[in-house]
């Protein structure tokens, strides 16, 4: 593995609750992003970041927040959980050249 | 907007067979990535395809980029059951200067049977 660690791997909530996700990376890699897997979408871009608090909107990154104050941690925010946001959640990392991508293991995150 | 599409969505092989899988993406794009998911894994890292004409090959899996057809091929020769897993192409964007963003497609799950 590619130095990534996502947290919690599982979790079960209720609606209308906030959660709140952890990358964590040991590579000291500049980008960060944050991927939702859904059957059928393959994987969606919800949030990304070129920095510490740099970040900026992926393709469906409504209901979603994020933040970086330091370079290893990206965090996920779901102010408000809702029942379509339950999905994989998969954090990923590049290298400066971009050669790869590389990716965590996922949580896996239901809201009932 | 960029559109990424793989095709077949499914594909059942018996061993020793070959076959394709395509990826064919709408706008222009110089690169092109594909992964290997295992069921409840995470994604492992293929190939990065960075030019037109590129073609990359491990073990019985070779991949190939065509810009000007804005296809890519992942081809599998003489399956085992140890490729059953699904596929994905991912299609990079630029932005910020030299980050990309990626693209991916809704993947191919590929079932080798004996």
């Known amino acids: 593995d590619a130095g990534i660690t996502q947290s919690p791997r599982h979790k079960v909530t209720e609606t209308g609750t906030p959660v709140t996700l952890r990358c964590h990376q040991t590579?000291?890699?500049?980008?960060m992003y944050w991927y939702r897997q859904d059957p059928g979408h393959g994987l969606r871009l919800i949030h990304y970041?070129?920095?510490?608090?740099?970040?900026d909107k992926g393709e469906v990154s409504d209901g979603y927040s994020v933040s970086r104050s330091k370079t290893e941690d990206f965090l996920l925010t779901l102010e408000s959980a809702t029942s379509s946001q339950t999905s994989v959640y998969f954090c990923?990392?590049?290298?400066?050249?971009?050669?790869?991508?590389?990716f965590g293991s996922g949580t896996q995150l239901s809201v009932l | 907007e960029l559109k990424v599409e793989q095709n077949p969505l499914f594909l059942s092989m018996q061993e020793g067979k070959n076959y394709t899988i395509y990826c064919n993406y709408s706008?222009?794009?110089?690169?092109l990535y594909w992964y290997r998911q295992d069921p409840g894994k995470s994604l492992e890292s293929l190939f990065v395809?960075?030019?037109?004409?590129a073609v990359k090959q491990e073990g019985r899996l070779m991949a190939s980029l065509d810009t000007k057809a804005r296809l890519s091929t992942l081809h599998i020769t003489a399956a085992v059951h140890d490729l059953s897993a699904t596929y994905f192409c991912a299609v990079a964007r630029t932005w910020g200067g030299s980050n990309y963003k990626l693209t991916f497609g809704k993947g191919t799950l590929l079932t080798v049977n004996p």
């Open positions: 970041s070129y920095g510490v608090k740099d970040t």
């Open positions: 990923a990392i590049s290298t400066e050249t971009n050669e790869k991508l590389f």
């Open positions: 706008t222009t794009s110089d690169r």
């Open positions: 395809l960075l030019s037109n004409g």
């Open positions: 590579e000291n890699h500049r980008y």
